[in-house]
């Protein structure tokens, strides 16, 4: 590695309310992480989902394009992984090398995983894990008191589920043929939501082959933040 | 035949109205402990295809009945994948009644315009109800409960508002329009919008918002002079909140307190003595509010379907979460649904006193009676209607007498 080094992360489907472990292990080496600010879910008071996928990739662009870091690498979980492998299929030119966590976008009928949206919200989130929730996930936004603090998980909430309702499947199989340079897929065995199966929708439409990592939950990086961070630096060392 | 506007109004006493769930009446008495929800994953296989078409004949039956016996107005309502509520389309419904009753209201409170695209469906569906009861109709707009809208019917809860206001903006345009219009909305774009036929009530069929207690919803109705239906299952006493809310904002739109710009909804239960309803109406209330209102409370709050404001005051209500949690455990005595105001039951006077209470104190001159409820029987059925319209009813008649009624069909017309 040389030089300055930075990849653009696009967080998961419970916002990020603290740098995740496997992040800062990347940052520990030289990387510099640009997390975009991606409306509503910084919980910000205002917020209005766009209308549509069109309009959601149109805002993720802005606040991708007001970050100045691409083109360069682009890690994406969850819904991230979604929108980071749109962004690379229709901007090929900005995304260097594309890494996706458990990416939401392709749905299978066969294995539809659990609808977090359909579970009281004080239960969604340990369904995202496969071990203990980690602490900033307990309380997300407990910093804004007991007042604000559920109406920002409220929002962040809004977020992401406009994103993905109502099943998470955007079209992505039609277009990751696009993917246009090294991408690396790693997926939980123990996802609750996308089951381990449907990484096999993404290999077969992109051609991608997905490395598992054992006893992690869909949000991997935090169930397994050493194996995550170790594989993604030997994926970013490559690009 | 008169065709009038509604615009135009005549004094005119309180309206009651007979309103209709049709509830599934055979669901297992197990039913809260072996079902995961009554509501958008029900399982089907609970459900007897000539059960329910006995249930359509005799709930249909009730309704005509409700005209015979004096009521103003008659209800019907959609849900979707649900044991308690089976007229997913409440327009079929209401298209039997319009032609085999004359006189009342026929009041449809569906259709959650946001299920619908092209919304203009509705717009058509809703001008040949208007017709086919020669200008009886009421026409309502609900946003629809999270599990009709989001989950049952899959509509992203992060939008549906937005949809919904669009698509009762081109409902509206629709029916007024002088000729085909282009309609270039976030959510439908048409080149031709061109409905055929025209309602027969001019500017248009009463519009009334079935609601829960939003904040936006009241402003809504107030600033579009909609009639607001508070539509809870819970109760006069537990609807205070709401309805004094939706004044205040009556109030500060600037709009007058006409009694007629609300209607709500209230189970009773009518005997010849306080203690013979007691007796007669605890099955079918069990029946309903522990078995048939089970629904799953993770399809209670899909995020997005209620608006930043709301979600600020219901995380700072503890009224509301408290009365959740305690539905929720399906464990409400008789004596619990009574006190707290659940169903009102009792003597012909004593229902007569708190109705009249109910309508004073909430200043509503629309009043929905739900006389049937849960498995209540035909022949109960039909014995709470008539002791209602015979002994409850005239003595509310002198409410609201010196009101008028803007929001009332052209042709609907007093017993």
């Known amino acids: ?239 | 035949m008169d065709t009038r506007s509604w615009s135009r109004p005549t004094l005119s006493p309180v309206k009651l109205l007979w309103f209709h769930l049709m509830p599934y009446p055979e669901l297992p008495d197990d039913f809260n402990k072996k079902h995961r929800s009554v509501w958008v994953d029900i399982d089907p296989g609970l459900f007897d295809p000539d059960v329910m078409a006995d249930c359509y004949e005799r709930y249909s039956d009730q309704l005509v009945h409700a005209e015979e016996c004096g009521f103003d107005g008659i209800c019907v309502n959609e849900h979707h994948g649900n044991g308690y509520g089976l007229m997913p389309s409440p327009n079929v419904m209401a298209s039997v009644l319009a032609t085999r009753t004359s006189r009342v209201a026929i009041t449809v409170l569906g259709n959650s315009v946001a299920l619908y695209n092209p919304p203009v469906r509705v717009a058509e569906e809703m001008a040949m109800l208007d017709l086919l009861s020669r200008g009886r109709l009421i026409s309502g707009f609900p946003v629809g409960t999270s599990m009709d809208t989001a989950y049952a019917y899959s509509v992203n809860p992060g939008t549906l508002r937005a949809r919904y206001h669009e698509a009762i903006e081109l409902i509206m345009k629709a029916w007024s329009a002088t000729e085909a219009f282009p309609f270039n909305g976030r959510f439908t774009q048409m080149r031709y919008v061109n409905v055929l036929p025209r309602p027969l009530q001019k500017p248009h069929p009463p519009i009334w918002i079935p609601g829960g207690g939003s904040v936006e919803t009241w402003d809504y109705c107030s600033t579009n002079d909609f009639v607001y239906a508070a539509l809870s299952y819970y109760g006069h006493l537990m609807a205070k909140e709401t309805v004094s809310g939706y004044w205040r904002r009556v109030e500060a739109n600037g709009k007058d307190p006409n009694p007629y710009r609300l209607a709500f909804l209230q189970f009773i239960g009518v005997g010849d003595t306080d203690e013979e309803a007691y007796r007669l109406y605890k099955e079918p209330a069990e029946y309903f509010f522990n078995r048939s209102l089970h629904v799953y409370p993770g399809y209670a709050d899909p995020p997005g379907y209620v608006t930043e404001a709301s979600a600020r005051a219901r995380y700072r209500s503890q009224v509301r979460t408290v009365a959740r949690a305690k539905q929720a455990k399906h464990d409400l005595t008789w004596d619990e649904m009574v006190e707290k105001g659940y169903v009102v039951i009792g003597s012909p006077d004593t229902v007569r006193e708190t109705l009249t209470d109910v309508a004073r104190t909430f200043n509503c001159g629309h009043l929905l009676t739900m006389l049937q409820f849960g498995n209540m029987s035909d022949e109960l059925t039909r014995y709470n209607t008539e002791l209602f319209g015979d002994k409850v009813a005239p003595g509310l008649r002198g409410l609201f007498a010196d009101a008028e009624d803007h929001w009332w069909p052209a042709n609907a017309r007093a017993a």
């Open chain 1, 1 to 239: 590695m040389a030089g300055h080094q930075q990849f653009v992360y696009l967080c998961g489907i419970a916002g990020l309310p603290a740098p995740s472990p496997a992040l800062e292990v990347l940052a520990g080496t030289g990387w510099e992480v640009v997390v975009p600010d991606l409306p509503g879910f910084d919980g910000r008071a205002g917020f209005q989902p766009p209308d549509d996928y069109l309009g959601w990739l149109t805002v993720v662009w802005d606040a991708l394009d007001a970050t100045g870091a691409l083109p360069c690498p682009v890690v994406g979980a969850s819904v991230g992984g979604m929108l980071a492998a749109d962004l690379a299929a229709l901007r090929p030119e900005a995304v260097s090398a594309l890494a996706l966590l458990a990416p939401f976008g392709i749905f299978d009928e066969t294995h539809p995983g659990l609808d977090l949206y359909a579970l009281p919200a004080t239960e969604r989130m340990a369904h995202l894990f496969a071990k203990d929730v980690p602490e900033p996930f307990v309380d997300r936004f407990g910093h804004l008191g007991p007042d604000e603090g559920p109406v920002a998980r409220y929002i962040c909430d809004v977020a992401a589920a406009s994103l993905v309702w109502p099943l998470g499947d955007r079209g992505n199989a039609r277009r990751v043929h696009r993917l246009p340079g090294p991408t690396l897929l790693l997926w939980g065995d123990q996802d609750e939501l996308l089951p381990i199966a449907v990484s096999a929708r993404w290999t077969e439409a992109a051609g991608v082959p997905v490395e598992i990592v054992a006893g992690a939950g869909h949000l991997l990086e935090w169930d397994a933040p050493e194996e995550v961070a170790t594989r993604l630096a030997e994926f970013l060392a490559g690009d």
